[in-house]
């Protein structure tokens, strides 16, 4: 029987995902089991016929993953989507692919991408250091920098004018700018899973670390708000994913895309990720 072996390490075992995710694949009966990439050794060596390499844990083995099978990522851990690779590499179907994952967590080519499918964000720059913004006219500041491999929103500095960059300490390398847009410290969540898009509204990632947010503000998922997600989807190629969005005067911009989020304040969704994944799962494909 074809499994689910949803891929995750450590720092999520505490989260909302992927376990509501795997409760509701197993109250399926559903054959679903998980792996925690910090957990396992791969031996990388020359194909042998179809079967896939042993894959080694710390307490046991990760099971031999077969064409049929479904791996689910939920993890940002190098090694991890190193694994997602060498899994679709022999034919195992993903949800999300490794090539999405990989796109979103570039922060500069995500940007690029989205500008390219007109998707709206704020005023975007990038720059080999921050001392390289101090030249940008002074309609654009305040600036927000953020590192190349950001994630949830760690690493993000405002800086209100050029002469603070003279003191600015930044161990990024390069860096992505965005203009400040001010929203009175309230921003909008859309989460989606596959056509299935939610809205919430919830604090500023700026204002506090998420573990002290409290619980989010569900939304009514407009046109507007709708097209925005499918748009980040369809650029990305995602299946599970969630949209940072700030709800400026102007009209909604993103500023963030991220994979597999935690759907935090939709009680649904681990059964429509369920349903997405079983979808997924006992589709039958063609050679």
């Not at 072996?5 to 399926?28: C, F, H, K, N, W």
């Not at 500095?157 to 161990?171: F, I």
Request: aromatic share 6%; hydrophobic share 45%; proline share 10%.
């Amino acid at each position: 029987m074809n499994r689910v072996v949803v891929l995750t390490d450590s720092r999520y075992l505490g989260q909302r995902m992927p376990g509501a995710l795997i409760e509701a694949l197993r109250a399926r009966d559903m054959p679903a089991v998980s792996a925690r990439a910090d957990r396992l050794v791969a031996e990388v060596r020359a194909e042998e016929g179809t079967a896939p390499e042993p894959v080694w844990g710390m307490r046991r083995a990760l099971p031999a993953l077969r064409p049929g099978d479904l791996v689910v990522p939920r993890t940002r851990n190098a090694f991890a989507l190193s694994l997602l690779a060498q899994a679709q590499l022999r034919g195992v179907r993903t949800v999300n692919r490794w090539e999405a994952v990989q796109a979103v967590r570039d922060k500069p080519y995500a940007v690029l991408l989205l500008a390219r499918a007109g998707v709206p964000t704020p005023r975007t720059f990038l720059a080999d250091r921050p001392g390289a913004l101090a030249g940008l006219p002074g309609a654009v500041w305040p600036l927000l920098l953020k590192p190349p491999y950001g994630d949830n929103g760690h690493g993000i500095v405002r800086v209100d004018s050029p002469r603070e960059l003279e003191r600015l300490p930044w161990s990024e390398g390069m860096v992505l700018a965005q203009q400040y847009v001010d929203v009175a410290g309230v921003d909008v969540k859309l989460y989606g899973a596959g056509e299935r898009v939610w809205a919430v509204r919830r604090p500023s990632p700026l204002l506090a670390p998420a573990e002290e947010w409290p619980e989010p503000v569900p939304l009514p998922v407009t046109r507007e708000l709708r097209t925005l997600a499918l748009a980040c989807r369809d650029v990305f190629g995602l299946d599970l994913y969630g949209v940072d969005v700030l709800p400026s005067p102007d009209g909604p911009l993103v500023v963030d895309v991220n994979d597999f989020p935690n759907y935090t304040g939709i009680a649904e969704a681990p059964d429509v990720v369920a349903d997405l994944v079983e979808s997924r799962l006992t589709e039958v494909v063609h050679p």
